[in-house]
């Protein structure tokens, strides 16, 4: 293969990527489906903003997604989670509301936003703030952590917009 | 589950979307035959063509008080990183010795060896010690030290793969990891090791095959075009530091350390063996032990687990290659391209840390200040506090997936080169080519799992 056809492939294969990468990447900023996804994929509990001053635990989730605020619960008993390890879902940009509810006394951190709060078990914790990082992020509690307890309540997930 | 080191870790990384995995995986097999096919007729890169830096420069980054201050340095942050370890706060991210051992010395010195070359040798704390006491019994003796041991040549790099294995399974397995003061504990006994065997083999020897982590960092830096030579820094021909390196018996199995151990951390976040840990671990349990030790012993089985995979990966690579004829063992084939692993084993390390590197990191600026996590504040940036923003998820991805093509491409070079170099006959070249391209393409599709599969 002459100098000449070699250049000539390895452009045909640049151009080959670029053009791939162009089509394979979800469309531009335009069709913005980011808040419907984040509705979707939540496994936390959600409820709608009319529900959240109650002190109802179950949970309701709506499908019809109305612009009202989410907020997702995150139920702590006996030092860990409801569930297991939750999962909230978040796009870069939009407002979290979370609410911790404890049957004792804590303190619930979330890391990198670096957000403390106090728990009792008549007061819950209320975290509401704009996810401007994108990343995971964990979610503990300081009495497990400092009884050398796995201290993991969830985990924050914060997607491109 | 109980947590392990890496608690350090408060930003984890997204994993690469759907699209980006399958564009990547799809450049992979594009790039690869593009570059069978493209790629030079004769070998270019057994040869270095090495030469000294302009002007006197080569001559005076190695003069005395150049070295001496290195060395200096170096022995300062080791005293430092122990002295923090053992009086500072028990918590791991409020303490010097964590991050400094695990972030700035450990991800650190990769860049910096890949691009400027085995500087890690010049602040080697263990080397300068062994140095400055064999100046020093030198002169007590007046010169009648007694000849060190001929190293014995089966040993190669054994030492350096247990190493780097013992600290993969400090950061990955151990539950306590990434206590300072174990960490403090763990350097001393290793420095301890290190001393002896340095006076049973020679200060140099030892760091050239035993010394896990001057090995390591040495095999980053023969990617880097600049090498000191004789006491002279010059530069060389980009990557032809690799094809010289010697494979001495060891050297495939650190590399499958290597790979293996940043597997083992990338797939530890990921639903396959988060689904099977636990019950791995509540078996341990039924025989009688602890939770702790039962989650260290199932941790410690998958490190090994992945490191043998790499391992055992490779050799399958190797003995198709070695099918093809041309009365090679696969031995010797086994050594003939490992070197052309080392960019593979890079882009795992690059592509797995970026993030940790960026980010943890940036804690030096208040550790610094403040090494004991007591309130000091030394140079009055104590309070300065980490960016969790510094880089974006999709640039991360970006960069995450570039890593792992560019490390591919240039395993590929490297390896089609050797092929050039060993083989005679043209066609058994080609065919035995195939097979170092399905090892390459194995390790690279690896790679891009495990980004995808990241904490999901």
Same mark, same amino acid.
């Given at each position: 293969m002459?100098?000449n056809?070699?250049i ?12 791939a990468f162009v089509i394979?990447r ?5 069709d ?5 996804r984040?509705a979707q994929?939540a496994p936390?509990?959600?409820e ?6 109650t002190a109802?635990?179950?949970? +309701? ?6 612009? +009202?605020p989410?907020?997702?619960?995150i !139920?702590? !008993?006996?030092?860990?989670a409801v @569930? ?7 796009n870069?940009?939009?407002?979290v !509301?979370?609410?911790v509810t404890?049957?004792?006394p804590?303190?619930i951190?979330l890391h990198?936003y670096d957000?403390?709060?106090?728990v009792a078990p008549?007061?819950?914790a !209320? *975290?509401v703030f704009r996810?401007?990082?994108? @990343?995971? *992020?964990?979610i503990?509690?300081?009495v497990a +952590? ?11 997930v914060?997607e491109?917009? | 589950?109980?947590?392990?080191a ?10 690469i979307?759907?699209w ?17 096919a493209v790629?030079?007729? #004769?070998p270019?890169?057994? %040869?270095?063509?090495?030469?000294p830096?302009?002007r006197?420069l080569?001559?005076?980054l190695t003069?005395?008080?150049? %070295?001496?201050?290195?060395a200096?340095?170096?022995v300062?942050l080791? /005293?430092?990183v122990i002295y923090?370890g053992?009086?500072?706060t028990?918590t791991?991210?409020a303490n010097?010795?964590?991050?400094f051992?695990y972030?700035?010395f450990?991800?650190g010195?990769?860049?910096a ?5 085995d500087?890690?040798k010049?602040?080697?704390?263990w080397?300068?010690?062994g140095r400055?006491?064999?100046w020093?019994?030198?002169?007590a003796?007046?010169?009648?030290l ?6 014995p040549r089966?040993?190669g790099r054994w030492p350096?793969?247990?190493?780097i294995?013992?600290?993969?399974? $400090?950061e990955?397995v151990?539950s ?6 174990n960490?403090?504990i763990a350097t001393?006994?290793y ?5 002896i065997?340095?006076a049973?083999y /020679?200060?140099?020897?030892w760091i050239?095959r035993?010394e ?5 960092f040495?095999?980053?830096s023969?990617l880097?075009p ?6 002279v820094?010059?530069y060389?021909r980009p ?5 010289a390196?010697?494979?001495l018996?060891?050297t495939v199995p650190? &590399?499958?350390?290597?790979?293996g151990?940043v597997?083992f951390?990338?797939?530890? %976040? ?5 689904g099977?840990?636990p ?5 341990f349990?039924?025989l /009688?032990?602890?939770?702790q030790t ?5 941790? &410690?089985? /998958?490190?090994?687990?992945?490191v043998? $995979? ?7 690579g ?6 093809v004829?041309g ?8 050594a ?10 890079l ?17 030096v600026?208040?550790?610094a200040?403040?090494p004991?996590? #007591?309130g ?7 309070d300065t506090?980490? #960016?969790?923003?510094?880089?974006g998820a999709?640039a991360?991805?970006y960069?995450?997936v570039?890593f792992?093509v ?9 390896a089609h080169?050797r092929?050039l170099a060993i ?20 390790f690279?599709s690896?790679?891009l ?5 990241a904490?999901?």
């Amino acid at each position: 293969m002459s100098r000449n056809q070699r250049i000539g492939l390895v452009v045909v294969a640049v151009a080959v990527a670029v053009v791939a990468f162009v089509i394979a990447r979800p469309g531009g900023g335009e069709d913005d489906n980011g808040s419907e996804r984040a509705a979707q994929t939540a496994p936390a509990q959600t409820e709608t903003g009319a529900a959240e001053e109650t002190a109802e635990t179950q949970t +309701e989730t709506e499908q019809s997604a109305p612009p +009202e605020p989410e907020v997702s619960r995150i !139920r702590v !008993r006996g030092g860990t989670a409801v @569930g297991g390890v939750q999962r909230v879902q978040a796009n870069k940009g939009d407002t979290v !509301r979370i609410v911790v509810t404890s049957d004792a006394p804590d303190e619930i951190h979330l890391h990198g936003y670096d957000i403390y709060e106090d728990v009792a078990p008549e007061k819950p914790a !209320r *975290f509401v703030f704009r996810a401007d990082i994108e @990343g995971i *992020f964990e979610i503990e509690s300081h009495v497990a +952590e400092d009884a050398g307890r796995d201290p993991l309540l969830a985990r924050l997930v914060v997607e491109p917009s | 589950m109980i947590p392990l080191a890496h608690g350090f870790v408060v930003r984890s990384d997204l994993p690469i979307p759907e699209w980006l995995f399958g564009w990547a995986a799809a450049m992979v097999l594009v790039v690869s035959f593009v570059a069978l096919a493209v790629l030079w007729p #004769d070998p270019r890169l057994q %040869e270095e063509g090495w030469r000294p830096l302009p002007r006197g420069l080569g001559h005076r980054l190695t003069s005395r008080p150049v %070295e001496i201050a290195c060395a200096a340095i170096g022995v300062f942050l080791f /005293g430092l990183v122990i002295y923090s370890g053992l009086r500072g706060t028990q918590t791991a991210t409020a303490n010097f010795a964590t991050t400094f051992i695990y972030v700035v010395f450990w991800l650190g010195l990769v860049p910096a060896s890949v691009l400027l070359g085995d500087v890690f040798k010049a602040f080697n704390p263990w080397r300068a010690v062994g140095r400055a006491v064999a100046w020093v019994a030198r002169g007590a003796t007046r010169g009648e030290l007694p000849a060190p041991l001929a190293y014995p040549r089966w040993l190669g790099r054994w030492p350096a793969a247990a190493g780097i294995f013992a600290f993969a399974a $400090l950061e990955l397995v151990a539950s306590n990891g990434d206590r300072p003061e174990n960490l403090a504990i763990a350097t001393l006994i290793y420095s301890a090791l290190t001393f002896i065997a340095m006076a049973l083999y /020679g200060v140099e020897t030892w760091i050239e095959r035993g010394e896990a982590f001057s090995v390591y960092f040495n095999l980053f830096s023969r990617l880097s075009p600049i090498e000191t030579r004789g006491g002279v820094v010059g530069y060389r021909r980009p990557l032809s530091g690799l094809p010289a390196l010697q494979a001495l018996p060891g050297t495939v199995p650190l &590399l499958a350390v290597m790979i293996g151990s940043v597997t083992f951390d990338g797939a530890a %976040e990921a639903p396959l063996w988060t689904g099977i840990a636990p019950d791995i671990s509540s078996f341990f349990q039924d025989l /009688g032990l602890t939770p702790q030790t039962a989650l260290e012993v199932t941790f &410690l089985i /998958g490190l090994t687990a992945a490191v043998l $995979l790499v391992y055992g990966f490779y050799r399958l690579g190797v003995a198709g290659a070695r099918s093809v004829g041309g009365g090679f063992t696969t031995g010797r084939l086994a050594a003939a391209f490992i070197h052309s692993i080392v960019p593979i084993a890079l882009a795992y390390v690059a592509a797995h840390y970026l993030t940790l590197l960026l980010i943890q990191g940036q804690a030096v600026s208040f550790l610094a200040s403040d090494p004991l996590g #007591d309130g000091a504040n030394l140079f009055g940036t104590a309070d300065t506090q980490i #960016d969790y923003g510094v880089i974006g998820a999709t640039a991360t991805w970006y960069w995450q997936v570039g890593f792992v093509v560019v490390g591919h491409v240039t395993a590929l070079t490297l390896a089609h080169d050797r092929n050039l170099a060993i083989y005679d006959n043209t066609r058994l070249a080609v065919r035995s080519q195939y097979w170092m391209l399905a090892i390459m393409v194995g390790f690279t599709s690896l790679a891009l799992w495990l980004l995808s599969q990241a904490n999901t």
